[in-house]
């Protein structure tokens, strides 16, 4: 596979793409990412992952690499270019390359990459069918996870530990209470009512979780942002999480115990369908 990424200014063969050794994002993490979702060949909420980019750039002080226009021109090139129908594009914008020193460079120019992965399918995953099992870890993460950095050690970590479970994934917990899962947000259903952590410092304002509390209000379901703890997870009736990767995955097993009848819930995969269906409508 030689994929066409792009690397400051230029598209080239991946196995052309060149970033400095001394490049901030490898010294130091200093560098924040997103992710956009593919389908049909068109972006998924390319609005709002621009948004965020933003805030996190701004959160960190470091300047755009390029306007909004001309990130959304880059990303319909790479979907043109490598031929994606159903994928994802990642982008990472770096503080850039500089001698290495903790204060931050006065004079740097940011790094700006952009790469494509093909998922052909990914509406309709087996995984979505069946479900996530997922165990619980202790969220020992940094104070700032609204900024989307690529300090993601930790959430590999835990989703090393979901592995060598025989899980899917990984609950971060704090103080009793769930934060998010590695890569997604975390929900619970009891009655009917779906509860999802409020925003703050302490988790990623999910692009989903907002397109999907929207939907969910908009079909008259009932929803509080409102923190839960892990044992009202274990005794909800359905549970799932979101990310733009994953759209709506059910889960269906938190640290061994069973939830509902063990299957993907109903309300899970009700707001799974409205969510790719608008997605859909609404790609650009
Ligand atoms: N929380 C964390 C920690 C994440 O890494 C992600 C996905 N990058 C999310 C939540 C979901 O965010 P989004 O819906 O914007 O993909």
Redesign the pocket.
């Known amino acids: 596979m030689d994929r066409i990424v792009y690397v400051n200014g230029d598209y080239v063969p991946e196995s052309e793409a060149r970033v400095s050794v001394f490049d901030r994002g490898f010294l130091f993490a200093d560098a924040v990412y997103e992710?956009t979702s593919v389908l049909d060949g068109k972006l998924i909420d390319f609005a709002?992952?621009a948004r965020?980019l933003q805030r996190s750039l701004g959160e960190l002080e470091m300047p755009a690499p390029v306007d909004e226009e001309t990130l959304l021109q880059i990303h319909r090139e790479l979907v043109v270019r490598n031929g994606i129908e159903d994928g994802l594009i990642y982008l990472q914008v770096t503080r850039g390359a500089a001698d290495r020193d903790f204060a931050y460079p006065e004079d740097a120019t940011p790094t700006l990459v952009l790469f494509t992965q093909a998922k052909p399918g990914m509406a309709d995953s087996p995984a979505s069918r069946k479900g996530a099992r997922v165990i619980s870890i202790p969220d020992i993460r940094w104070g700032r996870?609204d900024i989307?950095t690529v300090q993601?050690l930790y959430?590999s970590m835990g989703k090393m530990m979901a592995k060598k479970a025989g899980c899917d994934d990984a609950w971060m917990v704090e103080d009793g209470a769930v934060t998010?899962?590695?890569?997604?947000?975390a929900y619970i259903v009891k009655g009917r009512k779906i509860f999802t952590r409020n925003l703050s410092h302490d988790?990623?304002?999910?692009?989903?979780?907002a397109a999907v509390l929207r939907l969910a209000r908009e079909a008259q379901m009932e929803v509080e942002e409102r923190t839960f703890t892990i044992d009202e997870a274990k005794a909800a009736d359905e549970a799932f999480t979101?990310?733009?990767?994953a759209f709506v995955m059910p889960v269906v097993e938190i640290d061994g115990v069973q939830l509902g009848d063990g299957t993907p819930g109903p309300i899970a995969r009700r707001l799974r369908e409205v969510y790719l269906d608008e997605s859909r409508k609404t790609a650009i």
């Open positions: 992710v709002g992952h965020r996870r989307k993601l959430p998010e899962g590695t890569s997604n947000n988790i990623l304002h999910g692009i989903t979780r979101t990310s733009a990767s």
